[in-house]
């Protein structure tokens, strides 16, 4: 795909998280307090997307095909494991606790805002962390037995 449409999708995606008000802490904290101020307008938002995206995957896997690749790369396992559910929880967890999710944290970070440069910062340091750790595991799980001498 080229990389001026890479450029025009991710600004796209930025506009709507934007506009949507996801791009907005406040407002989706307040998305999550459902006993305090509750804001419910963010199930709209998502119910949107979903509106649009729930077709398009279905019109492009009856194509047969992606629209601009050559193929499709998906998931070679549906298979829940500990990897996924951990990363699952670490989202939602700063999402509820910082009200940023990294598609609106980096939209957001052009604003100056230090509190995004701080959560981005600690996202990538994040996303470091777990790759070092599944390299490690996998040298680990491949790597012979140690043997003593005797």
Known sequence: MPLLLIFVIGAI???GISVSGMAN????????DIAGSWDPSLAFVMGGALAVTIPGYWWVFRRGRPVLEASFTLPGTRLIDRKLVLGSVTFGLGWGL???CPGAALPVLSTGNSD?????LAM???LFVARWAIARQARLSTSP???TPS
């Open 145 to 147: 037995p140690e043997q």
């Open 25 to 32: 802490p406040a407002k989706v904290l307040n998305f999550f």
């Open 13 to 15: 995606f930025g506009l």
């Open 124 to 126: 990538l340091a994040g």
């Open 116 to 120: 995004v440069a701080i959560f981005v």
């Open 98 to 100: 910082a009200g940023f």
